[in-house]
């Protein structure tokens, strides 16, 4: 028998529209068989490629336990996280997240923190859908990230706790306890964690002026330098119940809480420089913010199967209600100050109030072997109150900020209508989808009496053709219509002081930004999927830099420009190298290309790059795992602005005890300190460069007790 290896070291990429498993569902097993005279082993890996998504087995890592959600997204190819959380998949933003199958209705910054605060060891997988079907919402037009928890449904009582201890400059600590109950036709599952997360960061940010009728003069220069202290604390808790009316009826129950704290506290010392040889202002700054959060959903779904065809009807029936609090406070102390702006001492009080509902119902229809129909309804109707308050000291008083101050309604309705159509014949698979959403949005600015409303409806087309011309060779392609519509928090023109000259503000004229996205690949065996891809967004949302010279206070905000162009080829391959040693290896190759105009200037920006990943797991002994994951992100554009090549070493190792009821591990995360996150670009009259030095490097251990 002829045996085939493949090695592609150091490769990494996403494909996340393999039109057949890949090598990566075949290795990592105990027992051996033989398909197709290639010799595979049946357990799933760290990674599998399914028909249209990539499936990242968290559970089978060493390298998952200890660490959050966010921070165990940055570990999945394809996927990167940005300083401030934002996700973005194949190089592009506007990533859609589910949390089991769910929608997160959160803004970035809040998602952020939930992620933040969610431990890793509660997740099962990370399923990356880069091409989705008119099934799922057509929001995010990168694509969407499915977060499956664990969840056991073994009979009887079973259970899992949880100790990860770990120390990067600050200490990090999780605990936590799952229960699961199951008893003929009753289910019972809870689990609560506690997260304590410290973090220290290392900030600097300068800007260069230049003189708009002379580009090569520099007018001004800024350089700011900032340590942070940003602890978080979290309490998760759940519990949920599902029983089996009939063998064809089943209803269930969920309640989920998650109550947390995330602190900043910064010391920062800001030179202006104007002209760029003279000392304009030297301020110190200390700035002190505080966020709680308070978070519930409430669930109930049911499922109910027609006949013997197995005709299907799911109902599901969702409310959220959200309590944010942010309290910020910013001491200012001018050593130098040739200007008229006076650095006052600020202070600002943040809340929102958010509640969402959501209804859906789906059916699935089989009507034969070889075709089936999915349709169904859904409805979302949200609503968020934002009232914000800053004060500016004067003497031994604190004065109203009224150009800072606003209060701040938003309401959404989304309503959608799908169907998807699926045919099979002997060597073709057809996949026809159309999604309809209409959508309305109010933004009410209560405090400048000012009132938007938008109403919209628009169709959003999927599908996908697979030819498998034989056992070893396949080819699909792909296209869908996607949708990123901007957050509450995008829209909210309320402002979050970073120091006195920095602040962030929403921008209420945000338009929803349109994808169209295609992928043409191609299937060797199961030995590679390679697929090219290419993506165009209209009125694409990206970071801009505002200065207001009579004030020397810098604004960030979102705005639309034109058009994006994203294209580019993906390869992922798994090997077993010795009977000891499997890897996983993927390369991703992209050009992230932003066209348009903006306050008088033409845009054109465009870069191409390349990531890489190596997953390498070890059988060293029996009940000895180890695994390495070594990460290269090439320079790569983020809007307007270039990011810094870096690299990830991770490195862990496990120990099963008391005959596998139990598991140590040991890691070690950035073991070279080279994940580094640096900034610059060129802001119209003004280049900038950022550059934060993480709190990457984190040492965790971490004990697991199966109950």
Not at 95 to 116: D, P
Not at 315 to 328: I, K, P
Not at 384 to 411: C, H, L, M, R, T
Request: net charge positive; no cysteine; charged share 20%.
């Amino acid at each position: 028998m002829k045996k085939h290896y493949i090695w592609l070291p150091l490769m990494a990429s996403l494909n996340a529209y393999g039109q057949t498993e890949s090598l990566t569902d075949s290795l990592h097993t105990e027992k051996i068989s033989e398909i197709s005279g290639i010799v595979v082993k049946g357990s799933k890996a760290v990674f599998q490629q399914k028909a249209d998504k990539m499936i990242f087995n968290v559970e089978n890592s060493v390298l998952s336990d200890g660490t959050t959600v966010l921070e165990l997204l940055g570990k999945t190819p394809g996927v990167v996280v940005s300083q401030e959380g934002e996700l973005s998949l194949r190089g592009k933003k506007g990533v859609s997240v589910m949390i089991n199958g769910k929608l997160s209705s959160l803004s970035t910054k809040e998602l952020a923190n939930l992620l933040r605060s969610t431990n890793s060891t509660l997740v099962k997988n990370i399923e990356i859908i880069a091409n989705p079907s008119s099934k799922y919402d057509a929001a995010g037009n990168a694509g969407i990230i499915n977060i499956v928890l664990k969840k056991s449904s073994s009979e009887g009582f079973s259970g899992n706790y949880y100790l990860n201890g770990g120390r990067g400059r600050k200490n990090r600590i999780n605990t936590g306890l799952s229960l699961n109950y199951t008893h003929k036709k009753l289910s019972l599952h809870g689990d609560y964690s506690y997260t304590f997360r410290g973090e220290e960061e290392r900030r600097n940010f300068s800007q260069i002026f230049f003189d708009e009728k002379q580009p090569q003069q520099m007018t001004r220069r800024t350089d700011q330098n900032s340590i942070t202290n940003e602890p978080l604390t979290s309490n998760n808790f759940k519990f949920g119940a599902d029983y089996a009316l009939s063998d064809k009826t089943t209803i269930g129950a969920l309640f989920d809480a998650k109550i947390g704290r995330y602190e900043d506290f910064s010391s920062g010392e800001n030179r202006i420089f104007q002209p760029v040889d003279n000392l304009f202002a030297h301020v110190l700054s200390d700035n002190k913010s505080k966020e709680n959060w308070y978070d519930y959903t409430y669930n109930l779904k049911g499922t109910h199967i027609f006949n013997d065809k197995d005709y299907k009807v799911d109902v599901d029936l969702e409310y959220e209600t959200s309590r944010f609090n942010s309290h910020q406070n910013q001491l200012s102390n001018a050593l130098v100050n040739q200007g008229t702006e006076k650095f006052n001492n600020r202070r600002g009080s943040i809340a929102s109030r958010l509640k969402v509902f959501n209804a859906k119902v789906d059916f699935t229809l089989p009507f034969s072997e070889m075709h089936s129909l999915e349709t169904g309804l859904k409805s979302t109707i949200k609503s968020n109150n934002n009232p914000s308050e800053y004060f500016i000291q004067q003497g031994e008083n604190w004065i109203n900020d009224d150009k800072a101050s606003n209060e701040y309604v938003y309401k959404e309705q989304i309503h959608a209508l799908y169907t998807n159509y699926k045919l099979n014949l002997t060597k073709w698979t057809f996949q026809l989808g159309l999604r309809a959403e209409m959508t309305h949005t109010d933004i009410n600015q209560k405090t400048s009496q000012e009132q938007r409303k938008r109403d919209y409806t628009n169709l959003f087309p999927s599908a996908s053709i697979k030819y498998q011309a034989n056992d070893q060779h396949g080819f699909y392609a792909s296209y869908s219509k996607r949708i990123n519509r901007p957050s509450h928090f995008d829209l909210n023109p309320f402002r979050f002081y970073d120091d006195p000259f920095n602040y962030w503000q929403g921008n209420p004229n945000l338009n929803p930004e349109f994808t169209h996205a295609t992928e043409l690949g191609y299937t060797w065996g199961k030995y590679i999927i390679a697929s090219a891809y290419f993506s165009v967004t209209n009125d694409v949302m990206t970071e801009v830099y505002n200065y207001q010279p009579d004030t020397g206070i810098l604004v960030k905000t979102q705005d639309n420009l034109n058009k994006s162009y994203v294209y580019g080829a993906n390869i992922t391959a798994t090997t077993k190298l010795f009977n000891f040693w499997s890897l996983t290896s993927m390369l991703n190759v992209f050009n992230n290309e932003y066209k348009g105009n903006y306050q008088n200037y033409s845009i054109n920006s465009s870069q191409l790059a390349f990531t890489l990943n190596a997953q390498n797991s070890f059988s060293i002994a029996k009940g000895v795992k180890a695994e390495a994951n070594a990460q290269y992100f090439s320079k790569s554009n983020i809007g307007l602005f270039i990011r810094d090549a870096y690299f990830d070493l991770t490195l862990g190792v496990s120990k099963t005890l008391w005959k596998d009821k139990a598991t140590v591990k040991l890691a070690v995360t950035d073991l070279l300190k080279t994940n580094n996150y640096r900034v610059t670009g060129d802001n119209f009259s003004s280049t900038i460069r950022q550059k934060y030095n993480l709190d990457s490097r984190v040492v965790t251990l971490s004990f697991n007790y199966k109950l």
